[in-house]
């Protein structure tokens, strides 16, 4: 079931959410690479907490791959599969000296062969830092463009080709920022806000 009113809805969420959404804060390439890693299984909320002493011990990818991974998951703890991660971020950062220079690639061909990067991940990072078509599979954007009739599907992979093909490139990005922003405050998982949803009336899944 494919809905018929992509336009409207791209249309009102883009007037409904503000022009700048971001979820992670973050200084420049590297820690958005890391944070976004650091996300999995996971809030945003708490990645948040521990990324300040995070990146104010290891601020570059030089010091980041030198480091102890016990002091790793020491600061990381909290989010969560902090064994996983810690060796996830410190090859990670290795992979980026070794193999780009220290910068974060910007083609998610490559970006997925980072350890710890996910199609998720590179699509956060190409539309994020180099303003490219991303279409960003978390729970939110699946549970919102599944219940809109926009894909059948709730494998990642499958909602991202979904996606991309009714989507328009340039508008992608901002649609999965619109729809992740609205799963967060109107769409949940558990009791939607059908009530209230500003595109109940283009839901074929609305809920009453």
Sequence with gaps: MMCKNTDEILRRLDEKYPADIQ???????????????????????????????????????????????????????????????????????????????????????????????????????????????AVIVDTHFKRVTYRLGLTDSKEPEKVEMDIRRIIPPAMQYRFSMTANLHGRECCHARNPECDRCFLSDLCPRHIT
């Design 23 to 133: 979820f992670l804060k973050f200084r420049n390439n590297f820690e958005l690479l890391i944070c976004v890693i650091l996300s999995a299984q996971t809030t945003d909320q708490q990645v948040m907490r521990v990324a300040p002493e995070l990146f104010r011990n290891f601020p570059t990818p030089q010091l980041m791959a030198e480091a102890d991974i016990a002091q790793l998951e020491k600061i990381i703890h909290a989010t969560g599969f902090f064994h996983a991660k810690a060796r996830n971020i410190k090859e990670a950062a290795k992979m980026l000296l070794e193999k780009y220079d220290g910068r974060v690639p910007d083609k998610i061909e490559e970006l997925v062969k980072i350890p710890g990067v996910g199609r998720k991940t590179a699509n956060v990072v190409v539309g994020t830092v180099f303003s490219q078509p």
